[in-house]
C-alpha cells in the first residue's frame, strides 16, 4: 500500500481515492496526446472556483509518471 494518489510504471497505472478516475484519465490522455489536453480535461471536470488549483495538483501529481516515473519507489 502506497499512501498517494497515483502510482504507475510503463503502461501500467493504479490509483486510489474520490480522483482516482480523474487522475487515470488525465495520465492516458496526457500520455497518448498532450499534457495540454489532459489540462483542458481536468478544467472541465474541476469544481467552480477551483479550476486553476485542481488543474495544478492534479497534474502534479501525474507528470512524475509521464516520462518513466521516478526511480525508486
Given at each position: 500500500?502506497?499512501?498517494?494518489?497515483?502510482?504507475?510504471?510503463?503502461?501500467?497505472?493504479?490509483?486510489?481515492?474520490?480522483?482516482?478516475?480523474?487522475?487515470?484519465?488525465?495520465?492516458?490522455?496526457?500520455?497518448?496526446?498532450?499534457?495540454?489536453?489532459?489540462?483542458s480535461?481536468?478544467?472541465?471536470?474541476a469544481?467552480?472556483?477551483?479550476k486553476?488549483?485542481?488543474?495544478?495538483?492534479?497534474?502534479?501529481?501525474?507528470?512524475?509518471?509521464?516520462?518513466?516515473?521516478?526511480?525508486?519507489?
Amino acid at each position: 500500500m502506497l499512501n498517494q494518489s497515483i502510482f504507475a510504471k510503463g503502461n501500467i497505472a493504479t490509483a486510489g481515492g474520490c480522483l482516482a478516475s480523474h487522475y487515470l484519465a488525465a495520465w492516458i490522455i496526457a500520455r497518448l496526446e498532450s499534457v495540454e489536453a489532459a489540462e483542458s480535461a481536468l478544467h472541465y471536470v474541476a469544481p467552480v472556483g477551483e479550476k486553476d488549483e485542481y488543474v495544478a495538483r492534479a497534474t502534479g501529481n501525474i507528470n512524475p509518471y509521464l516520462h518513466g516515473g521516478p526511480a525508486v519507489v
